[in-house]
């Protein structure tokens, strides 16, 4: 575990939202890259970074969906990208390299939650293939970050403390479990963010994952009813659980990765409640907290070398 993991005190907590941890700061002139920028969580980015002054650039495989969830954002651009089409993920980054933007953040926020098992392009599973879409997003955006610097925020999650990667079998060959899916994607997440910080790092490249906390989304659409009743994520007035966030409030931890100067030399850091955080002294994912093996440099070169291996991209190396 790295001893870089422990709060440094951000003076927001766990019930700021996106909003407040971007009062004071201007986005004008910035252009930031947010996948799955029209549901949840990253729409609620799109809203603050936008509000701050950002133009923000919206792959999208529902572009249908994403045009009018963002007709009101003002600089918010739809472009259509389905993340676990690799082909598509080129194209979408060569037009962004074309079109001369320079990039200074990508927030890696599209996810799927324990989906029916689902296999894309050569046989791969959905969860890790999302992974692998930000992984080759990233690279291939490369040339269009911005000279000065950029940063890349990695959608986590408490998920993690279910699995670490399953090296022998990260696409579920030898049978299906969505929940376990998930927690390899979270993950895999996390460790993606450590990697390229460590790789982009000397280049200005800086990389955090974030645990957003719990918040009720469009993403639990595939836990059975029943099961999200026994978890306690229904409450009668439709009001959010004890514990849980609202969608600005669970944006605002990625919202302040990708912003804030505490971080200017600290990166590859897996952060909660808008602060880095703690390692987890428990199992409770309410309390979260990171576990070993989703901060763990190790692992963390591997996957990129199987991801770089499988897209065929690597542009840090
Ligand atoms: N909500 C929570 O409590 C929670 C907790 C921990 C971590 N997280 C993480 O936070 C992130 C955002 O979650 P959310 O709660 O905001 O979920 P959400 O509302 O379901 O949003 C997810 C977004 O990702 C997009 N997406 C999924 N697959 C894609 C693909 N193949 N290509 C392009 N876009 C794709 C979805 O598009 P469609 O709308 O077209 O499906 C949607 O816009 C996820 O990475 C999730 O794991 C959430």
């Known amino acids: 575990m790295t001893n870089r993991q422990h709060k440094i005190g951000s003076g927001f907590g766990a019930w700021s939202t996106a909003e407040e941890v971007l009062a004071g700061i201007d986005l004008t002139g910035r252009t930031a890259v947010v996948t799955g920028g029209y549901s949840g ?38 472009r259509p990208l389905d993340l676990t089409d690799q082909a598509d993920v080129r194209r979408f980054a060569e037009r962004v390299v074309a079109d001369g933007a320079a990039i200074d953040v990508v927030v890696a926020n599209a996810g799927v939650m324990a989906c029916p098992e689902t296999r894309v392009g050569p046989g791969w599973e959905a969860h890790f293939a999302l992974h692998l879409g930000h992984h080759a997003l990233v690279n291939h ?44 994607a979270k993950t895999a997440a996390a460790l993606f963010a450590v990697h390229l910080d460590r790789l982009g790092g000397p280049a200005g490249v800086r990389a955090y994952a974030v645990h957003p906390g719990s ?31 609202t969608p600005a409030q669970g944006a605002a931890t990625a919202a302040w990765a990708a912003t804030s100067p505490l971080l200017d030399d600290l990166g590859g850091v897996y952060c909660q409640d808008c602060d880095v955080a703690e390692p987890a002294t428990t199992d409770d994912m309410l309390v979260g907290g990171v576990k070993p093996w989703a901060v763990d440099p190790a692992e963390a070169a591997r996957l990129w070398a199987l991801s770089a291996e499988l897209t065929g991209v690597d542009a840090f190396s």
């Open 215 to 245: 918040i009720l989304t469009p993403l639990q659409r595939h836990v059975p009813v029943a099961q999200q009743s026994a978890l306690g994520w229904i409450t009668e007035d439709g009001t959010p659980p004890a514990g849980f966030k």
């Open 41 to 78: 969580l990253g729409l609620e980015v799109v809203r603050a970074f936008a509000g701050a002054g950002a133009r923000v650039l919206v792959p999208a495989r529902r572009p249908d969906a994403a045009r009018p969830a963002l007709r009101e954002v003002p600089r918010a651009e739809v």
């Open 141 to 184: 955006l490369r040339p269009a970050f911005a000279p000065g610097g950029a940063r890349v925020v990695a959608l986590s999650s408490s998920g993690h403390f279910l699995s670490g990667m399953r090296w022998d079998d990260v696409h579920f060959r030898d049978g299906y479990d969505g929940w376990l899916a998930y927690a390899q």
